[in-house]
């Protein structure tokens, strides 16, 4: 009784606000409320600032530390965005003549793009985006980053991040002198692929130097044996479509369901100290042939720099592919020569970023096809090194009790792929939002929220009478029935 008036009270509402609307909206607008709740291949962050890359360096906007941007690049396109960056030189981070560190003014940048193509979109083995740094007199900062990325010999279309750095503290590093910077974000496309364009989410994560820099080596002894593959029960947890949607897991067996052309998102926090194993199962289906390549498993750090990634083809039967052999969390990792290695450089947020290739359709189906992560998290939390001054954002450096709350429970990181975001039934959130859509005056959405709420308060009126007058098995009160709301 209770969930068929719920039912009704939405019904009743939609009918008024879409007789409404059927006067006052635009042609053509009508059904854009109910596309707008189809879940996109990738939900960018809520508070997203939008932002257009600019064609030259003078006219760059400058980016701020702990802020997400959104913006578009066309095919082959180049845009510039500003930074202003700090003195980051050796001399920085050593004590002044009166003892007092001047560390705190010394920083290492690290920004972010990511590329998503529309679903569909034509790509090619050489398609992607490359991230870079450079300083007002053009010349480009180096150390050592990886600043490109492809789609590869799966040539679907997915989210790709590319990133670019500049370094704090000693060593032969460009690019540490104070003063304006400039991000270069250019895309790259080979003959025969899309010219739709690509939509961006850019990200700056500023982190200050340590009070004392001890060590400029990278380790060079660490268990690097694959350790035995983790077995228990599988649980699930569903996978968010974004960095800032991407839903927590600790170690253990997780299961999931993921569809061709689909990209899932998950983190795990990892302290200091700590490794991180993880494989991707893709279980049996139906179909014939055989597909190269075809799912892809990508591990990004808290800066969402890529640490690794490994793929493995399909046919049909169950198949696994798993992340190589990672050195614990630890500063110096930074000073390793090789990508994987030194990007295990902080503690914090990492992201498994699994993807299916678009291809699989044609093979075996749609899906939903059955995934299965197996993360383990090696070691014990060591103490964080000594930094400076505080990160921005802050906390992004560091494995809190939230995090570990966080990972238990499968809570999505904040901004992402979470609720509607109103306390509202689901029905009266989806009216609301054809009122946006519609865009109709205010007048006109004052007349439609009375005529709404007087509906709502007569039918729950009527209908809380009704409830009191059911009786309970038994004796001679009633029940009232509540509404509850699956999260």
């Known amino acids: 009784m209770g969930r068929r008036t719920g039912w009704w009270r939405g019904r009743t509402v939609l009918a008024g606000a879409a007789a409404l609307l059927s006067v006052v909206a635009p042609a053509g607008q009508a059904t854009t409320a109910t596309a707008a709740d189809t879940p996109p291949p990738y939900r960018f962050a809520a508070d997203a600032e939008r932002i257009e890359g600019a064609t030259n360096t003078a006219d760059a906007v400058r980016l701020t530390p702990g802020t997400y941007y959104r913006s578009t690049i066309r095919d082959n396109g180049k845009l510039y965005y500003g930074l202003r960056l700090d003195d980051a030189s050796t001399e920085s981070s050593t004590s002044s003549a009166s003892g007092v560190s001047d560390a705190s003014h010394a920083s290492s940048a690290y920004v972010s793009a990511t590329a998503v193509p529309k679903p569909g979109t034509k790509v090619t083995y050489s398609d992607g985006i490359k991230v870079s740094l450079q300083d007002s007199d053009g010349h480009r900062c180096f150390s050592g980053d990886a600043g490109i990325a492809r789609f590869g010999p799966t040539e679907s279309?997915?989210?790709?991040?590319?990133?670019?750095?500049?370094?704090?503290?000693?060593?032969?590093?460009?690019?540490?002198?104070?003063?304006?910077?400039?991000?270069?974000?250019?895309?790259?496309?080979?003959?025969?692929?899309?010219?739709?364009?690509?939509?961006?989410?850019?990200?700056?994560?500023?982190?200050?130097?340590?009070?004392?820099?001890?060590?400029?080596?990278?380790?060079?002894?660490?268990?690097?044996?694959?350790?035995?593959?983790?077995?228990?029960?599988?649980?699930?947890?569903?996978?968010?479509?974004?960095?800032?949607?991407?839903?927590?897991?600790?170690?253990?067996?997780?299961?999931?369901?993921?569809?061709?052309?689909?990209?899932?998102?998950?983190r795990v926090p990892v302290d200091w100290g700590q490794q991180l194993d993880a494989t991707a199962e893709l279980g049996?289906?139906?179909?014939?042939?055989?597909?190269?390549?075809?799912?892809?498993?990508?591990?990004?750090?808290?800066?969402?720099?890529?640490?690794?990634?490994?793929?493995?083809?399909?046919?049909?039967?169950?198949?696994?592919?798993?992340?190589?052999?990672?050195?614990?969390?630890?500063?110096?990792?930074?000073?390793?020569?090789?990508?994987?290695?030194?990007?295990?450089?902080?503690?914090?947020?990492?992201?498994?970023?699994?993807?299916?290739?678009?291809?699989?359709?044609?093979?075996?189906?749609?899906?939903?096809?059955?995934?299965?992560?197996?993360?383990?998290?090696?070691?014990?939390?060591?103490?964080?090194?000594?930094?400076?001054?505080?990160?921005?954002?802050?906390?992004?450096?560091?494995?809190?009790?939230?995090?570990?709350?966080?990972?238990?429970?499968?809570?999505?990181?904040?901004?992402?792929?979470?609720?509607?975001?109103?306390g509202g039934s689901s029905s009266e959130n989806i009216a609301m939002k054809a009122v946006a859509v519609g865009g109709i005056g205010t007048g006109s959405v004052l007349v439609l929220?009375?005529?709404?709420?007087?509906?709502?308060?007569?039918r729950r009126a009527g209908a809380d009478a009704r409830e009191r007058a059911v009786p309970v098995a038994g004796g001679g009160a009633s029940r009232t029935y509540g509404r509850s709301r699956a999260r």
């Open 449 to 458: 929220g009375l005529v709404m709420w007087t509906v709502v308060a007569r």
């Open 157 to 266: 279309p997915r989210p790709l991040t590319a990133w670019a750095s500049r370094r704090a503290g000693p060593g032969a590093y460009t690019c540490k002198g104070a003063g304006t910077y400039t991000v270069l974000v250019e895309r790259t496309s080979g003959p025969g692929s899309s010219l739709d364009d690509w939509e961006l989410e850019l990200q700056y994560v500023s982190e200050p130097a340590l009070e004392e820099v001890t060590s400029t080596a990278a380790p060079r002894v660490w268990d690097s044996a694959s350790p035995q593959a983790l077995d228990g029960l599988a649980r699930t947890r569903e996978g968010g479509t974004s960095f800032s949607g991407a839903r927590s897991l600790e170690q253990g067996v997780w299961k999931d369901g993921i569809r061709a052309g689909q990209t899932l998102f998950y």
């Open 284 to 422: 049996p289906a139906d179909g014939d042939g055989y597909l190269g390549n075809a799912l892809v498993m990508a591990l990004h750090n808290p800066v969402r720099a890529l640490v690794d990634d490994a793929d493995v083809g399909y046919d049909g039967s169950r198949k696994r592919t798993g992340l190589e052999p990672l050195p614990p969390v630890a500063y110096e990792n930074r000073f390793a020569v090789d990508d994987q290695a030194g990007g295990m450089r902080f503690a914090g947020w990492y992201y498994l970023v699994v993807h299916l290739a678009e291809e699989m359709s044609d093979k075996f189906g749609d899906g939903p096809f059955e995934l299965t992560l197996r993360v383990r998290v090696r070691g014990t939390a060591g103490e964080a090194p000594a930094y400076s001054g505080a990160a921005v954002p802050r906390d992004v450096f560091e494995v809190t009790a939230k995090d570990k709350d966080a990972a238990a429970s499968g809570s999505a990181a904040t901004g992402g792929d979470g609720g509607d975001g109103g």
